[in-house]
């Protein structure tokens, strides 16, 4: 996208963007701090940055309520991933009968590029939950901090002493997690740099986190596009679709794919 396909109006934003649907980007289970509060508008954070923004009646066009134009470029611009042509990842699946119809149905999808740490922790909360309890988890650690707390914030927790989060087995989960980014063993940098295979071996380190956290958190906070989280959705898209493995045009982009397929085969899209 090329940045002049926005503008301020007043004290807000608009955008122009195609392959960007609300719904389908804020409330598709890769972040879990968004709020929908009518109709067409949603209420969230990234870190502790707050917006506000609204799908407007134009197709493609959406407000940033009270965002600056510094504020925009800095932070939204990025977190929305706005400089991917999203249209060259439909065009390349649609090589595929199944991923083309399903690209094509959910091409407002965006992968967000959120903060390692909270993605990691916001997964491992995650774990045999639904998204109404991960909502309130979250929502219980953030009013205890005031803010999304980092590692370094919750170094002195314990399991009793998030007894307030009501997070069940999870919380040692939590504590073992903040243990290894607090002490320096793991780092987001590190991760980062590794190639996917090996950034998942090295959170699969954390208690409890398996290969499908590890992925979510490797897709969703390292923007590691190959990366292939595989819940039952998906698992069961795999096994009606692509029992042989996916298909050559996913290369690179297998994540891509895995949100347009999992929320395709959720919508009733099966044989």
Known sequence: MNITDFFVQGDDIILHQSELDLDQ???????????????????GYYLNNELTISDLPEKGVFRFHNVTEEQFLAIWFDYFDLSADYSEV???????ETLSAAAGQYSGTRILRQDPWETISSFIISQNNNIPRIKLIISRLCEHYSAYPTFDDMKAETVETLSYLRAGFRAKYIVDAVLRFSTGEL????IKALTTDAARDELMKI??????????????????LDAFPKDVWVKRVMSQYYPDGLPECTKGIEGVAQQYLFQYIRSGNRE
């Open 90 to 96: 439909i065009k390349a699946l649609s090589e595929d």
């Open 207 to 224: 208690k409890g986190v398996g290969p499908k956290v590890a992925d979510c958190a490797l897709l969703f906070g390292f923007h590691k």
């Open 25 to 43: 980007t804020l409330d598709c289970g890769q972040a879990f701090r968004w709020e929908k509060v009518s109709p067409d508008t949603y209420h």
């Open 187 to 190: 780092t987001a940098d590190g």
